[in-house]
T-cell receptor, first 112, second 114 residues
Framework: GNSVTQMEGPVTLSEEAFLTINCTYTATGYPSLFWYVQYPGEGLQLLLKATKADDKGSNKGFEATYRKETTSFHLEKGSVQVSDSAVYFCALSRGGANNLFFGTGTRLTVIP | DADVTQTPRNRITKTGKRIMLECSQTKGHDRMYWYRQDPGLGLRLIYYSFDVKDINKGEISDGYSVSRQAQAKFSLSLESAIPNQTALYFC?????????????FGAGSRLTVL
């Protein structure tokens, strides 16, 4: 079946630290991969996406590379800010949003 | 105004009561969705609708029903609420084609069933 496994949180980092949130997936065929972010009190919003192997998605200083050989899509940021504190969800799609599978989410807290 | 508006934002109710959560969107999209979020379980799809005349069950539709009143409106009902339906509910909308996987979410409706 289709599923996403992401590292359990919570993750606490100091400002300007390097961030990695691991995400691996299981899927038939060639899924599209996504990272969504949920800020406190808000709904999820798309952070970045990649639609084929070796694609790199990037936005707001965050990056993730679609690695087919390791079935991974790890989220990275070189220098986190307090404003990056949120819950991050990895997701895969095998077609439209009705076939979108979310991971369990990783809570990130950045302290000054 | 938000692209996707959910009401109410918070609701506390008792077991057996009927509850309706409402959602409206200004994106002009045909596709709308209802998700449930539980701690440690991520988001799970309850129902989705690709247009006004199209309603489909998602992963966890038991105990829920929906109504698509217009392109912009999609409501979720719990006919007889039970405590394990306590959760955070999200409405979302998406476009089609390359935008089909890009969801725009509302801020959520937190439901507590006592």
């Amino acid at each position: 079946g289709n599923s996403v496994t992401q590292m359990e949180g919570p993750v606490t980092l100091s400002e300007e630290a390097f961030l990695t949130i691991n995400c691996t997936y299981t899927a038939t065929g060639y899924p599209s991969l996504f990272w969504y972010v949920q800020y406190p009190g808000e709904g999820l919003q798309l952070l970045l996406k990649a639609t084929k192997a070796d694609d790199k998605g990037s936005n707001k200083g965050f990056e993730a590379t679609y690695r087919k050989e390791t079935t991974s899509f790890h989220l990275e940021k070189g220098s986190v800010q307090v404003s990056d504190s949120a819950v991050y969800f990895c997701a895969l799609s095998r077609g439209g949003a009705n076939n979108l599978f979310f991971g369990t989410g990783t809570r990130l807290t950045v302290i000054p | 105004d938000a692209d996707v508006t959910q009401t109410p934002r918070n609701r506390i109710t008792k077991t057996g009561k009927r509850i309706m959560l409402e959602c409206s969107q200004t994106k002009g999209h045909d596709r709308m969705y209802w998700y449930r979020q539980d701690p440690g379980l991520g988001l799970r799809l309850i129902y989705y609708s690709f247009d006004v005349k199209d309603i489909n069950k998602g992963e966890i539709s038991d105990g829920y029903s929906v109504s698509r009143q217009a392109q912009a409106k999609f409501s979720l009902s719990l006919e007889s609420a039970i405590p394990n339906q306590t959760a955070l509910y999200f409405c979302a909308t998406s476009g089609e084609g390359s935008g089909a996987n890009v969801l725009t979410f509302g801020a959520g409706s937190r439901l507590t069933v006592l």
